[in-house]
């Protein structure tokens, strides 16, 4: 046995080597053969193929058979309905599905009853039939890094993540609209994960760009910081990437947008020459993009206006 023992070695670190390198997923579900040595005597393989996905909160009858194939599909509700009397999946509950070949091995649900807890409903496939077991999940907060290769547009492409992210970008709106098929964009964020799906977010720490029109940035949070609005990179500040305008402030509620409008303080309709955004007291308001102040004070209209003039002659 002593004699094997350098082989298993070897087997072991490279497997473990797989795991650790594997890149972050660029979509809510993620596939990966994965092969394992039953007997170090042995040169036999069998391969097990794991497919794990997070059930979308729109409809999903058409997207887990299009993920897992519609015959295996058919196979995993008709389990879940029959063996663990469990007909319907709630938005956010993650199916893990193990293939040796075409044959199940083992499927399971993690379904959440709160924001870090869980139950895990799990069928394996033994000698015996199929075998029910349930245990609870406690879930902990870990910083991962997810990167995403942008097909078509962001939003559509990873609707999910875009409707969770986008809340945490705010201070730069449109920033996720901007990116063109072929760039791509990293996340470092800290939140609950099970296996390596999100399940919710605590907080954005930073991201990286890297996009044919736009170049290659980084922003991060100053460490520590939670709460912090600017972001840095090397040893420069930016409230936005370059050539981009940002919003004002980071969290607020338009009330009133720009164009043609009913006049609030006369009859009839109006052109609005602006943006109206409602925010709480005492809120910091910064600059749309690089400039000059070229004017302060109280304008007519306006109230407290400070006016900043950009490249190209325009003004915010």
């Not at 298993?8 to 797989?18: A, K």
């Not at 897992?68 to 029959?82: I, K, M, N, Q, Y």
């Not at 409707?163 to 920033?175: P, S, V």
């Not at 890297?210 to 460490?223: D, E, I, V």
Request: glycine share 8%; with cysteine; proline share 5%.
């Amino acid at each position: 046995m002593e004699r094997f023992a350098p082989v298993i070695l070897f087997i072991g670190v490279l497997l473990f080597g797989f795991f650790l390198l594997y890149p972050a997923f660029s979509s809510e579900y993620r596939r990966f053969p994965l092969t394992i040595t039953w007997n170090s005597l042995s040169q036999e393989a069998h391969p097990l193929d794991v497919t794990v996905v997070m059930v979308p909160g729109y409809d999903h009858s058409a997207i887990l058979p299009e993920v897992f194939g519609e015959t295996t599909w058919r196979e995993v509700e008709h389990l879940f309905r029959t063996k663990a009397d469990i007909a319907l999946f709630a938005p956010g509950d993650i199916i893990a599905v193990t293939k040796e070949g075409e044959a199940l091995r083992r499927v399971s649900l993690h379904h959440y009853t709160s924001r870090s807890s869980g139950i895990e409903t799990a069928l394996r496939n033994t000698e015996k039939g199929w075998r029910l077991s349930r245990r609870p999940l406690f879930l902990k907060e870990q910083t991962m890094i997810k990167t995403f290769s942008v097909r078509d547009e962001f939003s559509r492409d990873f609707p999910e993540f875009y409707e969770t992210i986008r809340t945490a970008m705010q201070w730069d709106w449109g920033l996720l609209h901007h990116l063109r098929p072929g760039d791509t964009i990293s996340f470092m964020i800290r939140g609950l994960f099970d296996q390596k799906i999100m399940v919710d977010l605590t907080d954005l720490i930073g991201f990286s760009v890297k996009s044919a029109r736009y170049g290659q940035f980084t922003l991060l949070k100053p460490p520590g910081c939670r709460s912090c609005e600017f972001y840095v990179t090397s040893s420069d500040y930016f409230m936005s990437p370059p050539g981009f305008f940002r919003a004002p402030i980071n969290a607020g509620r338009i009330t009133s947008r720009f164009g043609v409008r009913e006049d609030p303080f006369n009859e009839g309709a109006r052109m609005h020459e602006g943006i109206d955004i409602k925010a709480e007291r005492g809120i910091l308001v910064h600059a749309a993009r690089d400039g000059i102040v070229v004017e302060t004070g109280r304008r007519c209209g306006y109230g407290t206006t400070i006016v900043v003039r950009h490249e190209n002659g325009i003004k915010t």
